[in-house]
C-alpha cells in the first residue's frame, strides 16, 4: 500500500472548521483516499473516501489536490465529539485484498 | 445500526488460559474479515485476514498457533488467543469489506484482553 504522511496531532477550538492534511506522493491511479477516525476505546469508523473529486457528506468534506499528492478532511464545525485519532489511508484492491492499513494518524484535540 | 459486532468487549483472564473474540457481520454476508490489534497510544496493526472456508492468512511476525482464527460462515470470525500471557493484553478490533477499493470498511467495537 502506498504510504501517507499525517501530523501527528493538531488541536482546533470548538465550533471552527478544522483542516486535517494528508499527503500521498506516491500514489497510484488506481488508489482511492480514505479517511477513518477512533474515538478513544472505541474501533475505527469510515468518515469519507474519494478518487479524483472533493467530496462531502454528513460528517465531513475531503478535499483532493489536482495532482492527487495530497489531500485534506474538512469537519466543518469542530464539536468535543469530533476528539479522535484521524487515518488517511490509500487502497488499492488489486494489491492489498481489501486490506486496510493503518498509519500512525492524527491526533485531533478540540478545545471548549 | 452497527454493521459490525464484536464480543466481548472486555476480557480479563488468567495466564495461561485460552480466549474466543466473536466478530459477526451483520449487516452481509463477508468471505474476508479482518483481525487487528492494538497496543496504548499506538495504531492498529493488521494481525490476520480470515477467509471463510479456509485457512487465515497471517501477517508477517504473527503467530499462527497463538492466534488461532476460525471463519467458520460468512458471518462469524472468532480469534482465539490461545495460552495468553500478559503481553497479549491488548485492544483487539475485526473488520469487515464489502469488497473493492471504491467500499468502506467497516469495524467492530473492540475487545479489551487484559491477561493477569
Known sequence: DAKTTQPNSMESNEEEPVHLPCN???????????????????????????LTSNV???????????????????????????AAVYYCILRDVKTSYDKVIFGPGTSLSVIP | GAVVSQHP??????????????????????????????????????MATSNEGSKATYEQGVEKDKFLINHASLTLSTLTVTSAHPEDSSFYICSVVRGGRNTEAFFGQGTRLTVV
Not at chain 1, 500521498?24 to 474519494?50: A, C, F, K
Not at chain 2, 466478530?23 to 496493526?45: G, V
Request: hydrophobic share 35%; aromatic share 10%; net charge positive.
Open chain 1, 56 to 82: 462531502n457528506n454528513r460528517m465531513a468534506s475531503l478535499a483532493i489536490a489536482e495532482d492527487r499528492k495530497s489531500s485534506t478532511l474538512i469537519l466543518h464545525r469542530a464539536t468535543l465529539r469530533d
Open chain 1, 24 to 50: 500521498h506522493s506516491t500514489i497510484s491511479g488506481t488508489d482511492y483516499i480514505h479517511w477513518y477516525r477512533q474515538l478513544p476505546s472505541q474501533g475505527p469508523e469510515y468518515v469519507i473516501h474519494g
Open chain 2, 9 to 46: 468487549s472486555r476480557v480479563i483472564c488468567k495466564s495461561g488460559t485460552s480466549v474466543k473474540i466473536e466478530c459477526r457481520s451483520l449487516d452481509f454476508q463477508a468471505t474476508t474479515m479482518f483481525w487487528y490489534r492494538q497496543f496504548p497510544k499506538q495504531s492498529l496493526m493488521l
